[in-house]
């Protein structure tokens, strides 16, 4: 599998907002997936390549938004009004089938990269 690559974070304010992309390759289920220190890496937000199976963790709701653009290969996560309990290491990574499921689990996933921080203060 394709190593995802992701950009986007920052150091911000808490009610800033952030947006992160991930650039993939091919038919794809993409997660985002954060890690706080001390903490288990848990997902975020999941979109399908026709946008479906859109899934986010009860945290995040009605302030992060995944999206996708298949002209420039890039899914992007848009995080408003951060708060400091969303710092983390943010990473994206695609489900090892192609297809998504309607919770992700991270031991799915593959395609994992260095990932980019997102600190709130």
């Known amino acids: 599998h394709v190593q995802l690559v992701e950009s986007g974070g920052g150091s911000v304010q808490a009610g800033d907002s952030l947006r992160l992309s991930c650039k993939y390759s091919?038919?794809?289920?993409i997660a985002w997936f954060r890690q706080a220190p001390g903490k288990e890496r848990e997902a975020v937000a999941q979109i399908d390549s026709a946008g479906g199976a859109i899934y986010y963790v009860d945290s995040v709701k009605d302030r992060f938004t995944i999206s996708q653009d298949n002209t420039k290969a890039t899914v992007y996560l848009q995080m408003n009004n951060l708060k400091p309990e969303d710092t983390a290491r943010y990473y994206c990574?695609?489900?090892?089938?192609?297809?998504?499921?309607?919770?992700?689990?991270?031991?799915?996933?593959?395609?994992w990269g260095q990932g980019t921080q997102v600190t709130v203060s």
């Open positions: 091919g038919d794809y289920c």
């Open positions: 990574a695609t489900r090892r089938w192609g297809w998504c499921s309607s919770t992700p689990n991270r031991v799915d996933f593959v395609g």
